[in-house]
């Protein structure tokens, strides 16, 4: 009887951790979706694996295989997270950063550095990278998040085009994406921009699968579900996926 209820309790535990993940099938092998928190999640294909702005503390990380790479998107402290880097095994792990990004990291992680402006592409193992711009409109000099400060990414695995969008408004740049399989799209105000900018922006260059994601701002949440409804009313091929970035 207790062996049984063990079975059943680790079987309940097993569902758990799995729903928090994602499938994408590709003809080489499979990418893995984890979502960590706001705007930090973790991609595998082949026994690789990338951390994207790891932050909210090492222990989030504590039964995902370590880094072969880290992505960062911007300086802000939701993105850049020392504390969140100290804590994590970053030997052998290679850091894709822009200038800014780098100007603040400590030294010690100088070594493990490859910079990327906007436009600039690099190939690392089995990963064709892509750093693309995330800024504010108006583009002006005291925005939250200045043009060509900071990278979002589209990330090649398996043939299959990830895209991350990083804190930006729905800027021409992401409007005139094409191609692209899976795309993580902030909608945050007053950062970034409100769920009907980032619909808009989705229905035009009309990524194969959606995440909304870093979607917590002040005073509260944003309405997914409402992101959800305006993409599908616009295209219902597009596969709008609500995961929960803020679990307690």
């Not at 059943?8 to 928090?20: G, K």
């Not at 030997?91 to 603040?104: C, E, K, N, S, Y």
Request: aromatic share 10%; net charge neutral; with cysteine.
């Amino acid at each position: 009887m207790k062996f049984s209820f063990l079975l059943i309790t680790l079987s309940f535990v097993f569902a758990l951790q799995s729903s928090a993940q994602d499938i994408i099938k590709t003809k080489i092998g499979d990418i893995t979706i984890q979502p960590i928190t706001h705007g930090t999640l973790v991609l595998t294909y082949n026994n690789k694996t990338i951390y994207i702005d790891p932050y909210g503390g090492s222990e989030g990380f504590k039964d995902i295989k370590k880094p072969d790479f880290i992505l960062i998107t911007d300086i802000h402290g939701d993105h850049l997270n020392a504390n969140t880097l100290d804590g994590l095994d970053t030997i052998g792990t290679q850091f894709i950063v822009p200038q800014a990004v780098a100007d603040q990291l400590p030294e010690k992680y100088k070594d493990k550095l490859t910079i990327l402006g906007n436009g600039q592409s690099i190939h690392r193992m089995e990963f064709y990278i892509t750093a693309v711009p995330m800024y504010n409109l108006p583009d002006a000099l005291d925005a939250k998040h200045t043009k060509g400060r900071g990278n979002g990414y589209i990330i090649n695995m398996g043939g299959k085009n990830i895209y991350i969008s990083g804190d930006t408004e729905d800027i021409v740049e992401m409007r005139n994406l094409h191609n692209i399989d899976v795309a993580f799209v902030c909608m945050n105000l007053p950062y970034t921009m409100d769920v009907y900018q980032a619909a808009s922006a989705v229905l035009e260059f009309k990524p194969k699968i959606v995440y909304p994601y870093h979607y917590r701002g002040k005073p509260d949440f944003s309405d997914t579900k409402k992101f959800k409804d305006l993409v599908n009313k616009g295209d219902l091929k597009i596969d709008v996926r609500l995961r929960d970035w803020y679990k307690k």
